[in-house]
């Protein structure tokens, strides 16, 4: 294939064919009647590649890397993510400093002095924070991907309903869903996730309300990507959350009850803490 026919397969102008065969990304062979460049279909897949990789800014350094088998792409792709969130970091603190220059009519020696030491100082406090909450929020997704809830408007009494109710869910949320095995506690994909359901009733008033809970096949698959003791103190907050703000309003008049009477305060606390977490699950069960 020559190099007419490969700049319209893979939108790289010559130019830059020329350039990532002189950085030895791509070797493509020469036409022994001609020595015109003819170029290989796995010349056109790497080619392909290198214009995905720098669509995200990824290094020559790296996509050489890759090419050349030193590298997944899988660790290719972490690296970059790194090195972009870095970046995103960088943008949005001198976005915050145009905008005080912004704000700011009188701009003395002094004034780009001060301005030059507080670029200087690391933003510690507010990097913790966002990471925290980066953290929080991707605990807080793969949970909710574990265990979610529906209530359908109609009873599902048949393998077949309980198919027809899945598929229904599936399509009012734009979810791509593959049922593995039908029956009243069925097996479905969604979204590439394996699951499994089953009919949970509980009493609203004087009317029954059946709620479908449909559970992860393997949970462990899907834990956040957040190590250590971070992880583990998020999916607590996350579950018991309630609870803990319960604890921590019930306390005040824990310390200030008599000796003989704390354990009764405790116990009640304790008490209305479990019905505020149960009533918060079946309100989210029906909201889901």
Known sequence: MNAKQTEQLTGISRRNLRFYEQQGL????????????????????????????????????????????????PELAARQEQRLKQRQQEVETSIRFCQKLQNTSDIDSAYIDELLD?????????????????????????????????????????????????????????????????????EFEMDGIAYTAQRIYRRVGPVPTMIVR???????ALEADVPGVRGKVFQ????????????????????????????????????????IVVLYRVFQNHKN
């Open 26 to 73: 791509i070797r493509p062979r020469r036409n022994p009647e001609n020595d015109y460049r003819d170029y290989s279909e796995k010349d056109i897949e790497d080619l392909k590649l290198i214009r995905a990789l720098r669509r995200l800014d990824a290094p020559l350094e790296d996509i050489s890397s890759c090419l050349h088998q030193d590298m997944t792409i």
């Open 236 to 275: 607590f907050f996350h579950n018991w959350w309630l609870l803990l703000l319960l604890f921590l309003l019930w306390l005040p008049r824990v310390i200030g009850a008599e000796a003989g009477h704390r354990w009764e305060v405790l116990l009640l606390g304790g008490v209305l803490g479990v019905v």
């Open 214 to 220: 449909c559970t992860a096949l393997h949970p462990d």
């Open 118 to 186: 507080r670029m200087d100082e690391p933003d510690v406090k507010k990097k913790l924070f966002s990471d925290w909450e980066k953290d929080y929020r991707k605990v807080a997704r793969a949970e909710g991907r574990k265990a979610f809830s529906f209530t359908p408007e109609e009873a599902v009494t048949t393998p077949e309903e309980f198919t027809e109710v899945l598929c229904r869910y599936a399509n009012e949320n734009g979810l791509n869903l593959v049922i593995t095995k039908e029956g009243l506690a069925p």
